[in-house]
């Protein structure tokens, strides 16, 4: 079956470490994408990647880091400068034309990631 | 700088009844789409609109875009009680997505 896999479902981190989530998807994208949910909030767009090698910021990068060394995998790293970090982390792929793509997007069932 | 608002954010009604949600957006966009997000679960696309007029139906929902008014509605026809979840929109320009903050629809038997 194709799809999106995340890993872990639930996270628990304390303050001061950096921890990294898993995304990898056997889609054959290109795209890809981290978006993150506070409660009762819609998603806002940590990084996103077109290509392998690639990848740009989106509107709330900072404290975070992404690498894409492969196209099925895209892991992001919630480092100690990520201030407020508790949320639930959605991944997230597509055919991109253009950015974001003019094709569905397919996410993942996410991470919940909890600040001890 | 580009806004988008839904209304309402939250939606209690009667199974067999018709609504709309509506997602208004403040610049012109590149496409729209609509997303369904089940409590605890992630997102689900529903449907990508891509120019002006633009109208798409799945059973009983039924997404259209009107471009000019920044406008896109969600209705649904005759609501069923698998219909509760929380509906998104999301507005893309050039490089950026901008998500709406969801309506909660629930839907009563």
């Known amino acids: 079956d194709g799809g999106i896999t995340q890993s872990p479902k639930y996270l628990f981190r304390k303050e001061g470490q950096n921890v990294t989530l898993s995304c990898e998807q056997n889609?054959?994208?290109?795209?890809m994408y981290w978006y993150r949910q506070d409660p009762g909030q819609g998603l806002r767009l940590i990084y996103y990647?077109?290509?392998?090698?690639?990848?740009q910021k989106g509107d709330i990068a900072e404290g975070y880091s992404v690498s894409r060394e492969k196209k099925e995998s895209f892991p992001l790293t919630v480092t100690s400068a990520q201030k407020n970090p508790t949320a639930f982390y959605l991944c997230?792929?597509?055919?991109?034309?253009?950015?974001?793509?003019?094709?569905?997007?397919?996410f993942g069932p996410g991470t919940r990631l909890t600040v001890l | 700088e580009l806004k988008v608002e839904q209304n309402p954010l939250f939606l209690s009604m009667q199974e067999g009844k018709n609504y709309t949600i509506y997602c208004n957006y403040s610049?012109?966009?590149?496409?729209l789409y609509w997303y369904r997000q089940d409590p605890g679960k992630s997102l689900e696309s529903l449907f990508v609109?891509?120019?002006?007029?633009a109208v798409k139906q799945e059973g009983r929902l039924m997404a259209s875009l009107d471009t000019k008014a920044r406008l896109s509605t969600l209705h649904i026809t005759a609501a069923v009680h698998d219909l509760s979840a929380t509906y998104f929109c999301?507005?893309?320009?050039?490089?950026?997505?901008?998500f709406g903050k969801g309506t909660r629809l629930h839907i009563l038997p």
């Open positions: 997230a792929s597509s055919i991109p034309t253009g950015v974001f793509g003019t094709d569905t997007q397919y």
């Open positions: 889609l054959n994208h290109d795209a």
């Open positions: 990647s077109q290509i392998v090698n690639d990848f």
């Open positions: 610049t012109t966009s590149d496409r």
């Open positions: 609109l891509l120019s002006n007029g």
């Open positions: 999301a507005v893309v320009r050039d490089d950026k997505i901008i």
